[in-house]
């Protein structure tokens, strides 16, 4: 019940926007709500974001409305538990290469027969409106909550089509992308190989009916992947966005 990003899916109208969450704490996750997203990515792989601070995090997101994700560490099941059990309405797992890792990444996110997630769930079940019982939250998780793995090496690339169809959203991380094809970002240009290796993953999933996603580091470049058609786009970075306005306000106070 009440999975923003899942409604927005659903209806297909347009892209979710989001915001990346890197600083620990329950005032930058409201902060970042309020500003009008449809999700926020609480970063547990590259962010400073621990067990203690994730469970401050996502029900501060789920209460204001919008979908908690949970960028997990690494791959490993438990990961994938703790994230959802603290209500994230869906996981995203880094740097997936083979369809085993992506099998059991869907697996530790499903409750039995779809999987093997343990069920103990009063935690999680605060991130819903209304607040289901434990039946019904047992009966509507598998369904309800989205599964995730980002693009961004080539053998997921080279998999890309069979990923497609196991997964909820294929989500492009462009910078490891670039650096495991052999075409890194830098400063700020992507080589045409990149972007053909990103249209790639659009196509794969448009093919499956898996929805896409992929991580910006501006309005401007998230406005140009809506245009494409993708339909889950992050917007900025609480870290990035905190630095640029601070130099901003500092350059025109000393009038730079
Ligand atoms: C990437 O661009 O590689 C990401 O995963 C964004 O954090």
Redesign the pocket.
């Known amino acids: 019940k009440s999975n923003k990003l899942k409604q927005i899916f659903a209806e297909g109208k347009r892209p979710a926007m989001g915001l990346w969450q890197m600083i620990p704490g329950a005032n930058v996750s409201r902060i970042l709500a309020r500003a009008g997203a449809d999700w926020i990515m609480v970063d547990c792989e ?1 962010g400073n974001v621990d067990d203690a601070a994730m469970h401050s995090s996502v029900p501060v997101i789920a209460e204001l409305g919008l979908s908690p994700i949970v960028r997990i560490p690494d791959l490993q099941p438990w990961m994938v538990k703790r994230a959802l059990d603290s209500g994230a309405h869906g996981i995203l797992a ?1 740097l997936v290469r083979t369809i085993e890792e992506v099998e059991n990444l869907v697996a530790a996110a499903k409750f039995p027969p779809l999987g093997r997630r343990g069920f103990g769930s009063p935690i999680a079940m605060q991130s819903f409106h209304p607040i289901p019982t434990f039946t019904e939250y047992l009966q509507q998780a598998n369904e309800s909550l989205l599964t995730m793995v ?1 693009i ?1 090496t080539q053998e997921a690339l080279d998999l890309v089509e069979q990923i497609a169809p196991l997964v909820d959203v294929l989500f492009i ?5 670039g650096n495991n094809i052999g075409h890194p970002i830098i400063d700020g240009k992507m080589d045409p190989e990149l972007d053909e290796a990103i249209a790639k993953v659009l196509r794969a999933g448009v093919a499956a009916g898996t929805k896409c996603g992929i ?1 910006c580091t501006s309005g401007e470049q998230a406005k140009r992947y809506a245009d494409q058609g993708f339909h889950m786009i992050s917007a900025a970075t609480d870290f990035t966005a905190l630095g640029a306005v601070m130099e901003g306000a500092l350059a025109a106070a000393r009038g730079v």
Request: proline share 20%; no cysteine; net charge negative.
């Open positions: 590259h880094p980002q961004e991380g462009p910078f490891d992308l991580f």
